[in-house]
């Protein structure tokens, strides 16, 4: 009864990607950002930032070619179509190059497994900024290549031509990617200062309730002022919650500190939780006519294969840097490293909601998918 109801009445367990964005993983990420163990997060930097940022964009480039070469495989012998445009397959690849290692993190205490704690946790959190960067770079390029198309067909080109980016286009998202980073990063920066000057300036020792109060609101005015000036709020947010860990933290009354850290913490882990909850329930609100069976075997066969390239690739690098000294974590550990990668949580759904291209009933379905398997079918086991 309680399936048919939800069948029946799927538009009751629809969600807006705008209340994701604004509401539910802010939270998330200023408390990864503030709670942040900075000293473990420095001393393991290179495998946290080579597994995070070059692990990502390794990652995102082998499950385009692997979806690319599958679009092509399967397109249909009679109408030439295929199941998505090639720039939608570099869209698809850039949502799911994000991981979650929240399943694998519970089963790792920190004391115990100090150095895979930190890798892990450390790799979650960049891994989360650098998605979404690279999401935002390919859709503005894509946005930018369907005007030209439209234009194209307006003018007397017959049909539909497929989407495509080339070298051009590839080279402006490379540069805005790094370019939208460091102004993100200095926009939280920013913010994370100016609280914290207020809070010297300003004595509220008196009322830790406000003072709590300011450090949230100010983490959140991080988030807003980016997104209406086109930058990156999450990368704000992130900056921000690290400079109010490192100066605002110290410029706050005990009471605050310890408020403000059960605070950001209590309303992450609730917001966690409803996603979680809320991904379940969408397993009802898949729309079956917009699911192509062999896209979704393919992508999910790309996704172990592409997590192969992302541990190795940095892995190897970070290996060879350190003049070939033997890696601080044991082959069993790297073991979690690779099973924590193949999971797909609420960055990768959340960028699915914000998917607005011609196919984007079949991209969203999909990552819909893809999500659901890797989070009961590797994170549960674990």
């Not at 999450?234 to 900056?239: A, K, L, P, Q």
């Not at 290996?319 to 990668?341: A, H, I």
Request: charged letters at 15%; proline letters at 2%.
């Amino acid at each position: 009864m309680f399936v048919q109801w939800l069948l029946l009445d799927r538009y009751l367990i629809e969600f807006n990607s705008q209340s994701f964005f604004f509401f539910l993983l802010p939270p998330i990420v200023f408390a990864s950002a503030y709670t942040l163990k900075k000293k473990n997060f420095v001393r393991h930097i290179s495998y946290i930032l080579g597994l995070g940022v070059l692990g990502t964009i390794v990652a995102m480039t082998v499950l385009t070619l692997i979806l690319n070469y599958g679009n092509e495989l399967y397109r249909d012998p009679v109408t030439g179509e295929s199941w998505v445009d090639p720039a939608e397959c570099m869209l698809l690849a850039a949502v799911l190059a994000s991981t979650d290692t929240v399943a694998v993190l519970t089963l790792i205490t920190a004391d115990k497994y100090l150095v895979l704690n930190a890798v892990l946790f450390g790799e979650g959190v960049v891994n989360d900024a650098v998605t979404i960067l690279l999401y935002q770079a390919v859709d503005r390029e894509i946005q930018k290549a369907e005007v030209a198309t439209n234009h194209g067909i307006e003018d007397g080109a017959p049909g539909h031509k497929d989407i495509t980016l080339g070298r051009k286009e590839i080279s402006g998202m490379i540069i805005n990617f790094f370019s939208l980073s460091i102004r993100s990063i200095i926009m939280g920066a920013l913010v994370g200062l100016l609280v914290s000057y207020v809070l010297k300036v300003f004595n509220l020792n008196y009322d830790p309730i406000k003072e709590t109060t300011i450090m949230i609101m100010f983490a959140y005015l991080s988030y807003l002022f980016a997104e209406q000036t086109a930058l990156s709020g999450i990368i704000s947010m992130f900056s921000c919650g690290l400079f109010m860990a490192h100066y605002a933290y110290w410029n706050i009354s005990k009471k605050a500190r310890v408020g403000t850290e059960m605070a950001v913490c209590t309303i992450a882990n609730c917001n966690q939780s409803f996603l979680y909850i809320y991904m379940g329930l969408s397993a009802f609100s898949i729309e079956m006519e917009y699911v192509h069976m062999n896209m979704v075997y393919t992508t999910l066969i790309a996704i172990f294969v592409c997590r192969i390239f992302s541990v190795g690739v940095p892995i190897f690098l970070v290996w060879l840097s350190t003049g070939m000294k033997p890696l601080q974590l044991k082959w069993n550990e790297w073991v979690f490293v690779y099973c924590g990668g193949l999971i797909r949580g609420a960055i990768a759904f959340g960028l699915g909601l914000q998917m607005t291209t011609d196919n984007n009933k079949v991209l969203k379905n999909t990552v819909q998918i893809c999500a659901l398997v890797t989070i009961v079918g590797v994170g549960a086991p674990i």
